[in-house]
């Protein structure tokens, strides 16, 4: 298997712009989860879904951040209007629901916003 | 609410020390506990994992965790570091069952001496 995918690897872009984070989770898992993270704030859930459902998105910082997933192999977050502060690395992660729930991270989306 | 407390922010340490990171958590059901691990510019990886049965867990590159359940606690450690074990370490929790989300602490960034 492949991991979990996510792209772009990189992402830089202008304070105003739209910004677009893509991830592919493992083939088989039916838990999905967004990440932030920033050397003052840590590691930050952001969102969750099991079986494409949103469960949790209490992390989610304001209204300018959307996440979904429309099927199991697919989920975007996105950042509308984006501004500095949201700089940051992005990670996705998946696991399986029911057993260890260990979770397996993609290699992350770094966002910096000028 | 449910928190993992990892106690030490930062460790430097010289190649051949032990080394013992302590985690504490506040959840007192049936718990998921895990190390994670992410070296400079990667993302997180799992070092090991409690589920059930031995309380400790033998993980990858040589660390070593024991749940300790009186305690409430799952220290890291391992006995001989290497300058590749420079990285930063997370311990997390997850309450088992059907609740997926697992909540890490704010992680130990350790140093290791050539």
């Known amino acids: 298997d492949a991991g979990v995918i996510q792209s772009p690897r990189h992402e830089v872009t202008e304070m105003g712009q739209e910004v677009t984070l893509r991830c592919k989770p493992i083939?088989?898992?039916?838990?999905l989860f967004w990440y932030r993270q920033t050397m003052m704030r840590g590691l930050e859930l952001l969102i969750y879904?099991?079986?494409?459902?949103?469960?949790?998105d209490s992390g989610m910082p304001e209204d300018r951040f959307s996440a979904k997933m429309p099927n199991a192999s697919f989920s975007t977050l996105k950042i509308q209007p984006s501004e500095p502060r949201d700089s940051a690395v992005y990670f996705c992660?998946?696991?399986?629901?029911?057993?260890?729930?260990?979770?397996?991270f993609g290699p992350g989306t770094r966002l910096t916003v000028l | 609410a449910q928190s993992v407390s990892q106690h030490n922010h930062h460790v430097i340490l010289s190649e051949a020390a032990s080394l013992e990171l302590g985690c504490n958590y506040s959840?007192?059901?049936?718990?998921?506990l895990f190390w994670y691990v992410q070296y400079p510019g990667q993302h997180l990886q799992l070092l090991l994992k409690?589920?059930?049965?031995?309380?400790l867990v033998k993980g990858i590159k040589g660390f070593e965790a024991e749940f300790i359940k009186s305690k409430f606690s799952f220290n890291l450690r391992k006995p001989s570091v290497q300058w590749s074990d420079t990285a930063e370490y997370f311990c997390a929790v997850n309450r088992g069952g059907r609740d997926d989300k697992i909540i890490f602490g704010k992680g130990t960034r350790l140093h290791i001496l050539p």
């Open positions: 409690y589920f059930s049965g031995d309380p």
């Open positions: 992660a998946s696991s399986l629901l029911a057993g260890d729930n260990e979770q397996f």
């Open positions: 959840y007192g059901g049936t718990v998921n």
């Open positions: 083939s088989g898992h039916n838990s």
């Open positions: 879904f099991n079986n494409n459902v949103p469960i949790d």
